[in-house]
């Protein structure tokens, strides 16, 4: 079992959906929590970061923490076709280099 | 400010060929990373390194070696390819463990 699991999908919503991401992790010691975006044939590019449990937002897009679950959640309000890409969780432990661990990765599409 | 780069882009191998994938950061960061990527797996930590001329196993390390003798550059050999290891590589930095990791656009690699 992986330690970050993630619903592969594919995803497709139509433009200015909300669209809700979600991943459920295994390891209590993880504390750091990311969410990157990757673009096709792109590398990931970091898109949320959060630590411990909570709410943070940034524009359209809101992260979620819930530690007691240990349950991740994107969401993002009035999706846009260039919102189109793979969503990627990650966690990590401070101590152990910074390795991140990644789930699956969820493909979205945004149809116009 | 080229961030991190990858060489090369695409390769074909044959079963038994060696050879080493280039990685290099002008953002003077200490924390180097290797991944791979594949279908339905997420990305994978191969290697990483906390600062020049060290190294470490990540979670797939069989089969790769590594080696960080300037700051700025990371890299990543194969001694004997297998088909097993057609995948997308991925090269990250970063400053420190709970700071972003910058990637790179990837190298394509297929096995034959």
């Known amino acids: 079992q992986k330690e970050v699991e993630q619903d592969p999908g594919p995803l497709s919503v139509p433009e200015g959906a909300i669209v809700s991401l979600n991943c459920t992790y295994s390891?209590?010691?993880?504390?750091?929590f990311m969410w990157y975006r990757q673009y096709s044939r792109k590398g990931p590019e970091l898109l949320m970061y959060t630590y411990s449990s909570g709410n943070k937002e940034d524009g359209r897009f809101t992260a979620q923490v819930d530690k007691s679950s240990k349950y991740i959640s994107l969401f993002i309000r009035d999706s846009q076709p260039s919102d189109s890409a793979t969503y990627l969780c990650?966690?990590?432990?401070?101590?152990?280099?910074?390795?991140?661990?990644f789930g699956q990765g969820t493909e979205l599409s945004v149809k116009p | 400010n080229a961030g991190v780069t990858q060489t090369p882009k695409f390769r074909v191998l044959k079963t038994g060929q060696s050879m080493t994938l280039l990685c290099a950061q002008d953002?003077?960061?200490?924390?180097m990373y290797w991944y791979r990527q594949d279908p339905g797996m997420g990305l994978r930590l191969i290697h990483y390194?906390?600062?020049?001329?060290?190294?470490a196993k990540g979670e797939v390390p069989d089969g790769y070696n590594v080696s960080r003798l300037k700051k700025q550059n990371f890299l990543l050999g194969l001694e004997s390819a297998a088909p097993s290891q057609t995948s997308v590589y991925f090269c990250?930095?970063?400053?420190?463990?709970?700071?972003?990791?910058?990637f790179g656009p990837g190298t394509r690699l297929l096995v034959l």
């Open positions: 990250a930095s970063t400053s420190g463990p709970q700071e972003t990791q910058y």
């Open positions: 390891n209590s010691a993880f504390q750091y």
């Open positions: 390194s906390v600062g020049e001329g060290t190294t």
């Open positions: 953002m003077n960061h200490e924390y």
């Open positions: 990650a966690s990590f432990v401070y101590n152990q280099g910074g390795k991140l661990i």
